[in-house]
């Protein structure tokens, strides 16, 4: 008896220092609250290529994993080119590095042209799909761009989260971005114009009344892109681990950065319309950017797409310095909230951050 006694003992000494390294792993990221829910900030790669048979990109998923472990990332959504492999071996592949530090999670980009070769970087009419099913069908090059809202109806089937790679290149799917889950930003930063482009679509579709969320896209094929600058997506889910991300992603809980970081931030974005407690709702955060590479930071703030000039002025101003490289600003923005009314806000600091949208409603 007294050795089973020594087992258990060991058994839930064991537990608890497992739960310790759960909890040290996960608190290595800035954690708040937003009344409703507590949520954790994780930032990760999206839309990433590897040399995964099939694909395109020159590195392994181990290697990947490494790098951004390294330079303090929580995870990857890696989008292989599907049309050249069978995604159910690539998921597995892919999950083998999914662990309980760093969040892997499977999808796959999908080209809409019949024709292979179409692709000249000019136009590319693309979307990145994290399926809602284990072995989704291939659907690259099943449809033309025209097609699209055959390719989105597939894409519902099998309960995908689908975003709008590089929407400069696509121009002909702009009369509405309010199709798409999501809106890729940055993903060839180097153009303004191409970062405005992408803006105006959004800010389209807010006006109509949708409420996508945002990611900035590295659209990674070789390490060598992490040296143009950090394309960070924050996702902010309740928990750490690759389920709870893609949960996050789908509730639009992100927040799309370029050469900066999310310190904090009081309330996460959500495509679900909240009751903003009191008629009123209020947001506060901390960012640092890498204001040396970049223009002179401002922050924009949209009510239902048009520039807002709220009652409670918006606020933006240098902060005590947090991190080498980064100049820190805190910033708050609110607004009250007319009975009845759903309004949806975002935060810009143009070419550096956008937020996805807070929706809010009032009794
Ligand atoms: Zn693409
Ligand atoms: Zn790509």
Known sequence: MKSDKFLSSFLSLTAFIVSLLILSSATAYASASDGASSFIIVPVWVHVHTNFKGDGGSESIPKIVDYLKSKGYGGVILTPHSARLTFKDFKTEAEKYDASDFAVIAGREVIASKDEGDDDGIVMCHIN??????????????????????????????????????????????????LFDGIEFFNDIQSVDNYNAEKGFYINALKKGAHPFVVSGIDMHSLVQATIGEFTTYILPDEFNSASMVKALRNGNTIAAFNAKLFKISERPSNTIRNAAGNEFSIKGT??????????????????????????????????????????????????IEPGAASCYVFEIPQYVVSSPYCYTAK
Not at 137 to 163: C, F, S, T
Not at 291 to 308: C, D, R, T
């Open 129 to 178: 799909a994290v399926s809602g099913i284990p072995d989704p069908p291939v659907l690259d090059h099943k449809y033309e761009a025209g097609q699209r809202d055959a390719l989105i109806a597939d894409l519902k089937k099998e309960n995908a989260v689908y975003i709008w790679n590089h929407p400069w290149a696509c121009k002909q799917w702009s009369p509405s971005p309010e």
């Open 287 to 336: 960012l640092g950017l890498k204001v040396g590479l970049g223009p002179k930071a401002s922050m924009i703030v949209y009510k239902n797409g048009e520039v807002f000039t709220p009652k409670n002025p918006v606020t933006f101003e240098r902060g005590e310095k947090l991190q080498k490289g980064y100049v820190t600003y805190n910033f708050s923005f609110g607004d009250k």
